[in-house]
Structure formats: C-alpha cells, structure tokens
C-alpha cells in the first residue's frame, strides 16, 4: 500500500512500551502546587513527547480506529463464504468478538450503550462460523437477548444480507435494489450518485448479490433456527413515504421475476466494471470495510476465483486494515493516518512546537505526498472542477473529502515550506477544490457537492439513514476556519453564504448539531472556531446563545461529555466527561473570547488533573460518528491531540502571545 507501514499494522498506543524500548524515563504528572502556567507546560511536554516518540519513520501518525463487532465479524462471514482456509485467523478474530461481549450477553455500537441488536445477531453468527458451540455459555446469553428482542427479523437490512449469504435468511424477504440502476444517467431524477459516496461504494455491489441471491450450504448446526422468532417488523410500519418505497419494493420484485434480458446483462457488466475499476491500487474500495467485503463478495459471485490478482489485492487490503496481536484480530472499518497527522501536527505547533521541528517537516512532506490530482466520483457534480484534494486514508483516490483536505491545509500553511512556490500552488489547487465542492445552500458536505435528496433515507434499504451526504454546520464551519487562516475576508460571497446557512441550523438552545463528531459541543465547537477565525462579531446574540449553552453543560467536574444517545434524544445530552469533549468546549469558549471566564479554568484544570504519567487522557468513549445513531467511531487519538490544543491555545493567552 503506497505510503503504508512496511509491516503488519499493529496496536498505535503504547507510549510507555515505546518510552521504555528507548530507554527513557517517564516524567510524573504535573504538580497540583505549581503555577498554572508551569503546569499547564508541564503537561504539554509529556503529552508532545509522547506524539514526538510515536511518529512512524515515514513522517505520519496512525491511532486506532475503534468501531463495533460488525465490521471483524463480517470479515469471518467474508473468509468463510469465500472458502478460505485460515483456522488461526478466524479463532483470532472471534477472539476480538468475545472479548467485547458485555456482561449482559450482548454486543453494542460504543462503549456503555445498550445491547444492539445487529451487532449481536452478527457477533453471535460469526462465533458459530469460527466454531463456537451455541451451547456455549456466550452464546445462550447472546441468544436469549436476540430471542427477548424479537429474533433475527429485527435486525438491520445489511445483517440480513450477510444471512442470506448462508441461507439463514431468505432473499425474498430482503428488500430489492435492481441492478438497472447502474444504468441510470447521474442527471436522471434518480440515480446511484445520489446516494453518498459510502452508500454507493457498498450498494453497487450489492446489487449484485441481489440479483444472484447466492447462497452457501451449511450444516444444520451452523444455522440459526435457534434465534428466528416470527411477526418481525410490517411493511406498513413507518411514515406515508416509507409505506410508499415498501410498495414499490413489491413491484421490483415483480419485475425482478422477468427472465433476464440484454438490458440486465448490461447493467451486470456496467456494474462489474464499475467495482474494477474502483479499486484503489492498494486493493481497497472506498477505503472503508463496507464496501471491501461487499466487493469482493459480488466478485466472487460472478466467478473471480479467489486466486484473480483483484480479489488477491482487496484480501491483502483488508489484512492491511487489521490490528493483530498474539492471541487476537481486530478488523477496523478505515483507517485514518492523513486524519492523525494533521490534526496532531496542529496540536504540536499549537502547543509551541517550532513548525520548522524536523517531525513537522516530515509530517508535512508525508502529507503533501497525500494530495489527491487524479479523478474521483465528486466530478459526477462537479464537472469544471480540478482536483486538489485529501483523503482520509494511506490510499483513496477517488473519495477525498473537504474536512480532510481543510484541515491538512490549515496545518500546511503553518510550516515554512508553505513559502515555495510549488507548494503554494498546492495549497491553492486545495483550496479552490474546497470551494468547487460548495453546495447550493451555501454549506459543504464530506465527499461530493449537493448531495441531499432526503427521501433517499426513507428507502428500504435506509435503516442506517445514511443514504445521502447533506451540507452541514461542522464542515461548513471547518471552511469558514480554513478560509480565515488564508485571509479571506467575512466579505467574501461564500464566507456571507456559510454564515447565513450557519444561523439556519443553528439549535434553538443555542447550539450546532454535530455530523462527524457527539454531537452539539463537536458541532458548536467547529461552528464558533469559523466564525471567530472568519471575522465575525462574537458578540452577536446567536453566538452568545451557544456561549451559554456551553457554559449550562458544563459538568461538576469542570468538564464536559456527551453521550452517543444525544442523536437520538436531543434532551438527554449530558453524559461523564471525556477529555475530546472537554477540549472541544474550551476551544468552543475561547474562540468567542471566554479566555477568562470561570467555565474556561475549571476546564483546563479538569484536563490537568486527569492527565496519565504517559502524557495521554484516558477516554473509553466514543466522541466520534460514522453514521449518526448508527455506527459510532472511538478515534484513539482524539484524547490525546484536542486536549493538547486546548491547552497550548490557552497558554499562548496567558503569554499574551
């Protein structure tokens, strides 16, 4: 993989581990009894040696990104459908399963949150496959909650898929996605780029998978008539729209019965060329498992053996994207080293780190080894556009995104080599790609321009509610950020228009809801940085309103956490304090001039305070969002990179620098 480590990934965080193999000592925590200053510096070097220690040879960071059971489960259902015989490989991922398990039997989708149900059907199938008993104490756990919950029939479309793979569940049941689609113009009313890039990337091949409906043969003790429950869910359930789709979906079907014909044989090739051709020359799709397994699954289905040097190459990615240790395997669903190093590139010059230290040049050259000029499926709405773009991946050329790409050229524009010519030229062919993906309202979305047909999330296939890729406040603030790190002006047209698209989505307490982070302080966080770092008066009452609903979240502790709950129940927001969350605020604080304000120090003493020997924040969990409600994303370095900022900015105040 271009730009990956040499060796098998392993596990990024072992600051003590590292320290010791290097033969150095690790300095205490900061005193309570020195000044805060003192103390604040402190802690800042412990946390900069830790990042100084952990940068890869090659110039770059890489944390782990933890999600849930899913992902190393569908990776057995994966190796097992395609018949590959690696015993060791799959006890090691079910391994990672097991010991993820609750005490309640079950499996969740972050830390702390309650049983899910798909999660569990997965977890619970996938140890059948890897040869647990279902006799096993685990599994009769796992089992009487699925039972208690209503079966495998309340289980989310994709688990579905995956069990009818193997016959556990019958394709007729699942909902159809005709193949023809592929075939649709993208100026079509309808058509597969509307969906978001991550949708689409996993729903062409599945389309394929639904037009073959394979199907594996497993002995009866591998199958799972011990956990189907009938009277699942009625397809008159849910608003008028979705009753729609569901009725629709019936006359797919009846269409779906029409012997095959020249126009489906074509849609089949279209979409086949399709996947090859989206393979990145690392071997992976869409830099993201979803549509990997799905990928290969639809390949194979059409008769690539698993021998074919494409399927070869998307195994090979997928062994890249695990986190193996001697006993266990952990598949995670991306990994994010463009990501880790701006933003702990940001947080070590922010902390008073020299931009010309030699780690941040190499940081710096690594990156710009990253940007994107080739191709991508953003063209499909942005025809006159040059690229210019990052990713969030070692490779993936043709998805980078904007909340990459603005803040890796924050972080460029810091370093001396900005200076050069050709890098500036560089850092322009970014800057202009960003505003090439502004949308119609004014805001920008993650990975393609006016992607927001809302009726997409009301489809069959939409449970996740992930089908689309709307402009949001979160990225739309990181622009505004990046726009006035380069000098653009509040005057400037697309400035006025975030502004304006801003105040829209503006919460009535107060507060921005979070796309990619949890949730309102991650999006209030990223709205107030813009609108400080562009000019805006923060004195104006729509900022003081998310001023004060910071200040009234703020815990007794002095920090602040937000559960992943807060997508589903706006009103119960307030959750244990976590050290991402605590940094977000102060920073949320700070950018509208609250250096002084009680909130402020009591937050810089909740990170002091808590701060390990090893320089880290210790943080279980999960502050970042794959899917709001559905798929939530624990970034291993979020702990440790937001706090260093939050206390390097509020130090350079104190300076009076």
């Known amino acids: 993989m271009s730009g990956s480590p040499a060796l098998a990934p392993v596990e990024p965080l072992k600051s003590a581990d590292r320290a010791k193999a290097n033969g150095n000592i690790i300095p205490l925590s900061p005193s309570p009894h020195q000044p805060l200053h003192e103390r604040i510096e402190t802690s800042m070097s412990l946390t900069r040696e830790m990042y100084l220690r952990?940068?890869?040879?090659?110039?770059?960071?890489?944390?782990?990104?933890?999600?849930?059971?899913?992902?190393?489960?569908e990776y057995i259902m994966l190796l097992k459908f395609l018949e590959v015989d690696q015993p060791s490989r799959?006890?090691?991922?079910?391994?990672?399963?097991?010991?993820?398990?609750?005490?309640?039997?079950?499996?969740?989708?972050?830390?702390?949150?309650?049983?899910?149900?798909?999660?569990?059907?997965?977890?619970?199938?996938?140890?059948?496959?890897?040869?647990?008993?279902?006799?096993?104490?685990?599994?009769?756990k796992a089992r009487e909650f699925i039972l208690d919950m209503g079966g495998v029939e309340?289980?989310?479309?994709?688990?579905?898929?995956?069990?009818?793979?193997?016959?556990?569940?019958?394709?007729?049941?699942?909902?159809?996605?005709?193949?023809?689609?592929?075939?649709?113009?993208?100026?079509?009313?309808?058509?597969v780029y509307d969906f978001s890039s991550w949708a689409r990337a996993t729903l062409i091949p599945i389309s394929i998978l639904l037009h073959k409906k394979p199907c594996v043969s497993l002995p009866q003790e591998l199958r799972l008539s011990e956990i189907t429950a009938p009277n699942g869910k009625s397809k008159s359930s849910g608003d008028w729209l979705q009753r729609l789709f569901w009725l629709m979906d019936d006359l797919v079907k009846l269409w779906e019965r029409i012997p095959s014909n020249g126009f489906r044989t074509r849609a089949l090739q279209t979409a086949e060329h399709w996947i090859i051709s989206h393979q990145e020359t690392s071997g992976d799709w869409g830099g993201i498992q979803p549509a990997m397994v799905n990928s290969l699954l639809a390949l194979h289905t059409l008769g690539y053996p698993k021998s074919h040097p494409v399927m070869q190459k998307g195994l090979e990615a997928l062994e890249q994207f695990c986190l193996e240790t001697e006993d266990s395997i952990e598949l995670q669903a991306c990994v994010s080293p463009?990501?880790?190093t701006a933003l702990t590139c940001l947080a070590l010059i922010q902390s008073g780190v020299s931009a010309d230290h030699p780690a941040i040049s190499a940081g710096a050259r690594w990156l710009l080894d990253r940007q994107v000029f080739g191709g991508g499926d953003?063209?499909?709405?942005?025809?006159?556009?040059?690229?210019?773009g990052w990713a969030f991946e070692f490779k993936n050329?043709?998805?980078?995104?904007?909340?990459?790409?603005?803040?890796?050229?924050?972080?460029?524009?810091l370093v001396p080599e900005s200076a050069d010519e050709e890098v500036r030229a560089r850092l322009e062919a970014g800057i202009q790609w960003v505003f090439n993906m502004r949308g119609k309202d004014g805001g920008w979305g993650a990975f393609d321009k006016d992607n927001?047909?809302?009726?997409?999330?009301?489809?069959?296939?939409?449970?996740?509610?992930?089908?689309?890729?709307?402009?949001?406040?979160?990225?739309?603030?990181?622009?505004?950020?990046?726009?006035?790190?380069?000098g653009y002006s509040i005057d400037h047209p697309y400035a006025r228009d975030a502004i304006r698209f801003i105040r829209e989505k503006q919460e009535r307490n107060g507060s921005w809801w979070g796309r990619w982070g949890v949730n309102y302080i991650y999006g209030t966080w990223s709205v107030l940085s813009g609108l400080s770092r562009i000019g805006e008066d923060m004195n104006k009452p729509y900022v003081r309103r998310a001023v004060a609903w910071l200040k009234a979240s703020q815990n007794h502790d002095g920090g602040w956490g937000e559960p992943c709950d807060s997508y589903k129940d706006p009103h119960g927001c307030s959750g244990p304090s976590t050290a991402s969350q605590t940094a977000w605020a102060i920073l949320s604080?700070?950018?509208?001039?609250?250096?002084?304000?009680?909130?402020?120090?009591?937050?810089?003493?909740?990170?002091?305070?808590?701060?390990?020997?090893?320089?880290?924040?210790?943080?279980?969990?999960?502050?970042?969002?794959?899917?709001?409600?559905?798929?939530?994303?624990?970034?291993?370095?979020?702990?440790?990179c937001f706090p260093l900022m939050a206390l390097g900015n509020y130090l350079r105040y104190l300076k009076g620098v």
């Open 397 to 413: 050329d043709h998805y980078p995104d904007v909340d990459d790409t603005a803040v890796v050229l924050m972080f460029l524009n």
């Open 589 to 640: 604080l700070m950018a509208a001039g609250e250096y002084e304000s009680d909130s402020v120090l009591r937050g810089i003493h909740f990170l002091l305070d808590r701060q390990t020997e090893t320089g880290t924040w210790e943080e279980q969990e999960f502050t970042g969002t794959g899917f709001p409600k559905f798929f939530m994303i624990r970034y291993h370095n979020y702990r440790n």
């Open 338 to 340: 463009v990501w880790d």
């Open 154 to 191: 309340e289980t989310r479309i994709f688990t579905k898929i995956f069990l009818a793979l193997f016959g556990c569940y019958p394709w007729k049941n699942v909902p159809s996605l005709p193949v023809e689609i592929i075939l649709l113009p993208p100026r079509f009313l309808f058509s």
């Open 378 to 388: 953003w063209q499909v709405k942005v025809r006159d556009g040059n690229p210019g």
């Open 90 to 140: 799959l006890q090691k991922l079910a391994n990672h399963i097991l010991a993820n398990q609750r005490e309640d039997g079950t499996w969740a989708i972050h830390h702390g949150g309650p049983g899910d149900i798909s999660t569990t059907v997965e977890a619970y199938f996938a140890l059948k496959l890897a040869g647990r008993s279902q006799d096993s104490p685990e599994l009769r």
């Open 54 to 73: 952990e940068q890869y040879p090659e110039g770059y960071w890489w944390y782990r990104l933890e999600s849930n059971d899913t992902i190393s489960a």
């Open 452 to 486: 927001n047909k809302s009726y997409l999330n009301k489809i069959p296939f939409a449970d996740l509610e992930a089908m689309i890729d709307p402009s949001t406040a979160d990225l739309t603030g990181r622009v505004l950020e990046m726009m006035g790190k380069f």
